[in-house]
C-alpha cells in the first residue's frame, strides 16, 4: 500500500467533513473548500479521521490513492491554519505596495506591474521587499505566489528579481577579461 495513501486524515474539533457522493466538503473556522474525489477512490469517515482506499493495485489506483488523501489533508489545514508563501524582492529601486487589495510592482520596467489577487488568495506586506501571499487553498496560494515570480524571476548574474523566501538561486560569474596575448 501507499505509505502516503494509508495514513488516516485526522479531523480536528471545529473541522467538519461533509462526504456527499464523490464530493468531499470540508469546513472549518479560516472557511470551507471543497473537492470532487476520483469515483475509483473510496473515502469514509470513522473515528474522526478521513480514511481512503483504492479498489486494486493498479499503477493509476495507487497514484489517486496517495493523491487523494495527500488533497483532503490539505483542505482539513487549509481550513484549520491556512497557507502561506512567502517572496522576497531584491535589486535597487525593486519593491512592492499594496493599493487596496491589489499589488503593484516596481521591478525595472517602464511601468509599474499591478496584479489583482486570486480568488482565495491575499497579499500582505511585510515592507516594501518582503511580500506573503495568504489564503486556504493550497493551490491557490501556490498558483498566486508563482503569477508574482514570473513578473521577474531571478537573473543569475547580479541575482536581482522577485524569488521565493530561502530559494537558492544559482549565480553565474560575469564576462571574464579579454586575453591579450
Same mark, same amino acid.
Not at 11 to 14: D, L, M, N, R, S
Not at 158 to 165: L, P, S, T, V
Given at each position: 500500500m501507499s505509505r502516503i495513501g494509508r495514513l488516516p486524515v485526522t &479531523? %480536528?474539533?471545529?473541522v467538519t467533513v461533509t462526504l456527499d457522493g464523490p464530493r468531499c466538503t470540508v469546513k472549518g473556522p479560516r472557511g470551507e473548500l471543497s473537492h470532487a474525489v476520483h469515483p475509483d477512490v473510496r473515502v469514509s469517515q470513522a473515528d474522526g479521521a478521513l480514511v481512503v482506499t483504492r479498489p486494486s493495485n493498479a499503477p493509476e489506483h495507487r497514484a489517486l490513492h496517495g493523491l487523494t488523501r495527500a488533497l483532503l489533508a490539505n483542505m482539513v489545514m487549509g481550513v484549520t491554519d491556512g497557507f502561506r508563501r512567502s517572496l522576497e524582492i531584491q535589486g535597487t529601486g525593486y519593491r512592492a505596495q499594496l493599493q487596496g487589495? /491589489?499589488?503593484v510592482l516596481s521591478v525595472g520596467f517602464s511601468h509599474p506591474v499591478e496584479m489583482q489577487p486570486l480568488a482565495g488568495a491575499k497579499f500582505e506586506l511585510e515592507s516594501p521587499t518582503r511580500l506573503h501571499i495568504t489564503g486556504i487553498d493550497k493551490q491557490? &496560494? @501556490? !498558483?498566486q505566489a508563482a503569477l508574482v515570480r514570473q513578473v521577474r524571476p %531571478?537573473? %543569475?548574474y /547580479? @541575482? /536581482? @528579481?522577485?524569488?521565493? !523566501?530561502g530559494e537558492a538561486v544559482r549565480r553565474k560569474a560575469g564576462k571574464a577579461k579579454a586575453r591579450s596575448g
Open positions: &479531523v %480536528p474539533a471545529g487589495e /491589489k499589488l491557490v &496560494v @501556490g !498558483q %531571478p537573473e %543569475p /547580479k @541575482g /536581482k @528579481g522577485i524569488r521565493y !523566501q
